[in-house]
């Protein structure tokens, strides 16, 4: 399923933010872009069956890259926690920082 869970977030994305399927959670800006912590439903069909998830990830406008920090179905957890969103923010903030401090580096 791993080809089809990357088309439907690339597909989610490229439809852009602030929608049903894909939400901003959490963002910082860097230089006129954006590090965004995003919260997007994948539909998948595998075989006979419909398949919900939810994929968390980080958006790196700057770099133009993804990284998936979580997956689950939504069937076994309907959202987040408050401790497990404020980790993933805090990924997000250790992933901007470690940015801003390379590219001052340069």
Known sequence: LKDLIIQEVVDQLH???????????????????FIILVKIRVRLEDGKKKTSLRCILIVDEFNELCLILHLYEKKNKENLTHMELNSAKKMLDYYYNKLIKENQNE
């Open 15 to 33: 439809k852009g933010f602030n929608r049903k399927e894909c939400s901003k959670l959490y963002y910082r800006k860097y230089e006129n872009v």
